[in-house]
Structure formats: C-alpha cells, structure tokens
C-alpha cells in the first residue's frame, strides 16, 4: 500500500547477527577486534580492521563470501517481498554499513525492495581495501541526540522522512529493529504509526521502559516467524482502515453533492 511506510533496521532484525561482528569472526580477527575495541570509536575501528584484514590478503571477493553466509530466518525475505508487493515504502536505517547491507540484500535478492538505505558509507578504495565511515561526522557535525550514538540519529532520519512526506498526503509508518539506536525513532512516531522491537532486545527493554513516551502502538516479535505475521498483519490493518475512511469520504462527497445540486430531474421521454 503506497501510504505505508516501514523502516527496517538490518543487524539482528532482517540477519540474524551483527554484520560487522560475523566478518570480523568468521575472517579470524576477534581477538585483535577486542583488544582495540576500548581504544577507538566503532566505525573506526572497523575501518581499521578492514585496513588489517587487507593487509593479510584479504580480499574484497573474501568479505563478500563471508557476508552472502550470514544467517538470516527463512520467513524474513518472504516477508519483506510481500511488503513489497503491497506496495508499502520500504526503507534500511541501519548502523552497520553499505556494502554489508547492499551485498546480503543483493545475494538473497531483496535489494529492489528497498527505496532507501540509511547507513554507514563503506566503499572499496583504490588499493581494493574495503573503507567505512561514520555516517554522521560527529567531530565536525554531532549531530546532539543524547540517546543515540555519535555517529547516527535514526529518529532524525525518521523525522527527515516525516517532513518530506507531508507534501505527499498522511502516511502510516512502522519501524521494526531491536537495538538501542532503535528507540530514538520509536519516539518520533505518530500515535497512528506502529512500532516493531524484537523481544527481549534493547529496543524492547526501554520502550517498555518507557511506554508513556512511546505515542505508536508496540508490537513485539521474537523471530522470523512472528516478523512476517506481525508484520503483514499490520499492513492488512492498515489498509482495511484506509480502505474504510475512503468509503466515508466518498459517503459524505455523495451527500454534500445531493445537498448542493439537488435530486436529478426525471429523464425526459423518448421520443418516438
């Protein structure tokens, strides 16, 4: 339905696991990982890991066979091609990066689904070596969320998106993830929009936390299975009603019309 709007977060929402934690695992570099982890912001430091990676041979090829092993449920590409299909606006606002999230989309082949990726830039420099940056520059720029991490605020992305649809008529929003930088946008919703944290997660833990800041209504999923249905149920709900307030509007146009021209005379006799 073109008046919905869903925001996916990526990592332990659409995947299973956290995208730069599985690379940085599965290419053998944890422990050096966890040793520069409390020395250096996070986008940093996977920037940094990628110059390692690199530097041991690994390549760009390497990553990316990584990343189309990611595990993810079964239902959850279904689910998302059905939203699709529906004709809702799909949207990633994600803090993982680009060319993770761009590579696993591609590879299960949902990437066409999605009219807008928010995240982290990751791009392959001329050397081969796989760059990320923050997607906000807090040393230049902070972007001023106490609730958020320096280097993005979902719920500013959220409210960009909010103002630029008011051009466009009332649209109904859904936003589903799972971590802490989920809650900020869940504040930012209208009290007809839905929000979707996963169940026993961060995002879960302070909307619960904190219902009375929360205008959406909370939906909470556990798995893939409880995505998809919660999530095309949703989407059948708000179309019913939609479907509902057309059919009221077009009552009240039928009766202001009779109102202001009147019965139609009777249809003259044909003549013979």
Same mark, same amino acid.
């Given at each position: ?19 730069d934690n599985? &690379?940085?695992?599965?290419?053998? %570099?944890?422990? /050096?990982?966890?040793? +520069?982890?409390? !020395?250096?912001?996070? *986008? ?32 959850? &590409?279904?689910?998302?091609?059905? %939203?699709?299909? /529906?004709?809702?606006? +799909?949207?990633? !606002?994600?803090?993982? *990066? ?17 009219s807008e ?33 320096? *280097? ?39 009290e007809a ?11 879960? *833990? ?67």
């Amino acid at each position: 339905m073109a008046g919905i709007v869903v925001f996916f977060d990526f990592d332990k929402t659409i995947i299973d696991v956290d995208s730069d934690n599985w &690379v940085v695992d599965e290419l053998g %570099a944890t422990d /050096l990982f966890n040793q +520069l982890l409390p !020395t250096m912001p996070w *986008n940093s430091l996977m920037d940094r890991m990628m110059n390692e990676l690199h530097t041991q041979v690994i390549t760009i090829q390497d990553i990316e066979e990584v990343l189309k092993r990611v595990p993810i449920h079964p239902r959850i &590409v279904p689910a998302i091609k059905s %939203a699709y299909a /529906l004709g809702c606006d +799909l949207r990633v !606002t994600s803090d993982a *990066n680009v060319f993770f999230i761009e590579t696993i989309l591609k590879h299960v082949g949902i990437r066409d689904c999605f009219s807008e990726i928010n995240t982290n830039p990751g791009y392959v420099d001329e050397e081969g070596r796989l760059r990320i940056l923050p997607y906000v520059d807090f040393i230049t720029s902070p972007h001023g969320c106490n609730l958020c991490p320096p *280097n993005m605020c979902k719920g500013m992305i959220v409210e960009r998106i909010q103002a630029s649809m008011t051009k466009e008529g009332k649209k109904r929003m859904i936003y589903l993830g799972d971590g802490i930088g989920d809650f900020c946008p869940s504040l930012k919703l209208m009290e007809a929009d839905f929000v979707m944290p996963r169940k026993d997660f961060p995002a879960w *833990n302070l909307i619960n936390k904190n219902r009375t800041l929360v205008k959406a209504t909370v939906h909470e999923w556990a798995d893939g299975e409880e995505f998809e249905h919660i999530l095309l149920q949703l989407i059948n709900t708000i179309s019913v009603e939609e479907s509902r307030l057309l059919s009221v509007e077009y009552c009240k146009f039928q009766t202001m019309s009779k109102a202001t021209h009147g019965a139609l005379p009777p249809a003259l006799p044909v003549p013979y």
